[in-house]
């Protein structure tokens, strides 16, 4: 890969500190039928949680027309997220609508694989869809378990994983770190994965909201990761394969496949964030640890015209100058605000 391929294009509008807006993740449920310990923990997020209803939901039409003028400001990138977004019925149609969007360059989905059934896997696919993001934060069965916090087996988000292989649909596999919990698994889960064409990231453990009891002491570093996994099987540095992507790869040297970290606690990597998030009532967040946003479902349904919403857009983004995950001990020190939760606007 040159040099070339790294840098940004020509931004059409740039930030504070001149990062350009690239990447769009859209949450499209805040609902999930997952209560994981890091994300969802029950004890909060129990039955008389109020989640947004359904008339509060964008809808595929308000997210098309996002995506078209977030796409003129150079968006080229979607992921679309949760809450668990294959919650959402007929996500299917919201995907081929977006695949048609002038600019649109790549579509993603993050799940946690409960609902990625052979038949799903298949309609997402012939939908456009060009990935799949599979959350998986052990092979244990009990571990698992106790991290999602509903009872679900391993064995059928594995089987998740088959089903997006069999219909074409590459696979990134993401295992979230906590000390104490699952840092046992992380060599058993690279070992599952190294022979095969799924690349899995390592992803430290953040304090993403305000509920999951997140403590500096329950992070296990991305270099200790590493080295635990070096010292099975010697890894070596890859070059990135586009600007402003968030995990570090590296590949085994005996040449079984490919890992990846996810260091925000740290190795920050806010200087080349491109990443934009919509929740799923359309407020527009331009960090994932924002404490507040912009209402643009009020400006879709007021009658704003598109140079209108453009015009916002531009301004929200162009006065951006977030960089939580570098400054984390000062503005946890200080208080920083309410922040949003992970489920909220996708990890």
Same mark, same amino acid.
């Given at each position: 890969?040159?040099?070339?391929?790294?840098?940004? *294009?020509?931004?059409?509008?740039?930030?504070?500190?001149?990062?350009?807006?690239?990447?769009?993740?859209?949450?499209?449920?805040?609902?999930?039928?997952?209560?994981?310990?890091?994300? #969802?923990?029950?004890?909060?997020? =129990?039955? %008389?949680?109020?989640?947004?209803?359904?008339?509060?939901?964008?809808?595929?039409?308000?997210?098309? %027309?996002?995506?078209?003028?977030?796409?003129?400001? =150079?968006?080229?990138?979607?992921?679309?997220?949760?809450?668990?977004?294959?919650?959402?019925?007929? !996500?299917?149609?919201?995907?081929?609508?977006?695949?048609?969007?002038?600019? !649109?360059?790549?579509?993603?989905?993050?799940?946690?694989?409960?609902?990625?059934?052979? *038949?799903?896997?298949?309609?997402?696919?012939?939908?456009?869809?060009?990935?799949?993001? !599979?959350?998986?934060?052990?092979?244990?069965?009990?571990?698992?378990?106790?991290?999602?916090?509903?009872?679900?087996?391993?064995?059928?988000?594995?089987?998740?994983?088959?089903?997006?292989?069999?219909?074409?649909?590459?696979?990134?596999?993401?295992?979230?770190?906590? %000390?104490?919990?699952?840092?046992?698994?992380?060599?058993?889960?690279?070992?599952?994965?190294?022979?095969? +064409?799924?690349?899995?990231?390592?992803?430290?453990? #953040?304090?993403?909201?305000?509920?999951?009891?997140?403590?500096?002491?329950?992070?296990?570093?991305?270099?200790?990761?590493?080295?635990?996994?070096?010292?099975?099987? +010697?890894?070596?540095?890859?070059?990135?394969?586009?600007?402003?992507?968030?995990?570090?790869?590296?590949?085994? *040297?005996?040449?079984?496949?490919?890992?990846?970290?996810?260091?925000?606690?740290?190795?920050?990597?806010?200087?080349?964030?491109?990443?934009?998030?919509?929740?799923?009532?359309?407020?527009?967040?331009?960090?994932?640890?924002?404490?507040?946003?912009?209402?643009?479902?009020?400006?879709?349904?007021?009658?704003?015209?598109?140079?209108?919403?453009?015009?916002?857009?531009?301004?929200?983004? =162009?006065?951006?100058?977030?960089?939580?995950?570098?400054?984390?001990?000062?503005?946890?020190? %200080?208080?920083?605000?309410?922040?949003?939760? #992970?489920?909220?606007?996708? =990890?």
């Amino acid at each position: 890969m040159s040099d070339h391929d790294l840098r940004p *294009k020509a931004p059409q509008v740039s930030d504070m500190l001149g990062r350009p807006l690239r990447d769009l993740r859209i949450s499209l449920t805040d609902h999930c039928n997952f209560r994981c310990v890091y994300c #969802m923990p029950k004890a909060v997020f =129990g039955t %008389r949680y109020r989640f947004v209803d359904h008339a509060g939901l964008l809808t595929f039409e308000e997210i098309e %027309r996002l995506v078209r003028l977030f796409a003129q400001l =150079g968006v080229g990138k979607l992921r679309l997220t949760g809450g668990e977004p294959l919650l959402r019925p007929h !996500i299917e149609d919201l995907i081929a609508a977006l695949v048609a969007v002038p600019g !649109i360059e790549d579509i993603a989905v993050t799940t946690n694989g409960s609902l990625l059934t052979a *038949k799903k896997a298949k309609a997402l696919k012939d939908a456009g869809l060009r990935r799949v993001t !599979i959350s998986i934060d052990s092979l244990s069965d009990e571990t698992y378990q106790a991290m999602n916090d509903v009872g679900f087996p391993v064995e059928k988000v594995l089987q998740a994983i088959d089903h997006a292989e069999a219909a074409g649909l590459p696979v990134k596999l993401n295992m979230v770190v906590r %000390r104490g919990l699952n840092d046992q698994d992380i060599v058993p889960m690279a070992e599952r994965f190294r022979h095969t +064409p799924h690349v899995l990231r390592f992803i430290e453990y #953040m304090d993403v909201g305000n509920m999951n009891g997140w403590r500096p002491e329950d992070v296990v570093p991305s270099r200790e990761i590493m080295a635990r996994i070096g010292e099975r099987w +010697p890894l070596e540095p890859l070059e990135p394969s586009r600007y402003g992507e968030v995990a570090s790869r590296y590949g085994y *040297k005996d040449g079984q496949g490919e890992i990846g970290f996810i260091s925000s606690v740290s190795q920050p990597f806010c200087q080349t964030c491109t990443r934009a998030r919509l929740s799923p009532e359309g407020t527009l967040y331009t960090c994932l640890f924002g404490t507040s946003g912009k209402d643009l479902r009020e400006l879709l349904r007021g009658g704003a015209r598109d140079d209108e919403i453009l015009g916002t857009l531009k301004q929200v983004w =162009g006065s951006r100058e977030d960089r939580y995950s570098e400054l984390r001990s000062l503005l946890r020190g %200080r208080g920083s605000g309410q922040k949003v939760e #992970m489920f909220h606007i996708g =990890g």
